[in-house]
């Protein structure tokens, strides 16, 4: 009987050792393949927010020449496009982004940096590597481009 408890520890042991295995090579293939997927998120949002710029810029140009009699109408409809315009923060890096939109390009500069915030928070232990914080620095002078835009023009 002695047996059986024995084989059954080391059955455990076993078990407990792959556990502990798989678990080990997770948190490789995470720090490996993490920082890339962020990397990846990052420059489409990027991209995305430079689009949307350009996009707005042109929708704002041709509804202004069109209207040029009625700037009311134009900056109600901008507003319900993007929300972030109709109320320009003081002294904070853009508007909220409870008041953001994905019509606006600050949605997509501050999604693209709380992802890689998130990443680079020691809780993860991953490393950050140069290109990531390169990264970064791009995305948030991206992102105080469209907030000072914002704040000095009611169109865009």
């Not at 080990?24 to 993490?34: F, S, V």
């Not at 009311?72 to 853009?94: I, K, R, W, Y």
């Not at 600050?106 to 680079?120: K, R």
């Amino acid at each position: 009987m002695d047996t059986g408890v024995e084989s059954s520890n080391s059955g455990n042991g076993v078990l407990e050792f792959k556990n502990r295995q798989k678990s080990a090579e997770c948190l490789a293939l995470r720090k490996q393949i993490l920082p890339h997927v962020v990397m990846l998120h990052c420059h489409l949002c990027q991209e995305t927010a430079e689009w949307m710029a350009s996009s707005l810029q042109q929708m704002v140009s041709h509804l202004a020449m069109s209207s040029s009699s009625n700037a009311e109408p134009l900056s109600s409809a901008l507003a319900l496009l993007d929300p972030s315009t109709s109320t320009p923060s003081s002294g904070a890096a853009g508007p909220s982004p409870k008041s953001l939109t994905p019509l606006s390009p600050t949605y997509w500069t501050t999604q693209a940096m709380e992802i890689a915030d998130t990443l680079a928070s020691d809780s993860y232990g991953i490393p950050v590597h140069e290109q990531i914080l390169e990264q970064m620095a791009q995305l948030t002078v991206l992102h105080l481009q469209y907030c000072a835009d914002l704040e000095q023009s009611p169109s865009l």
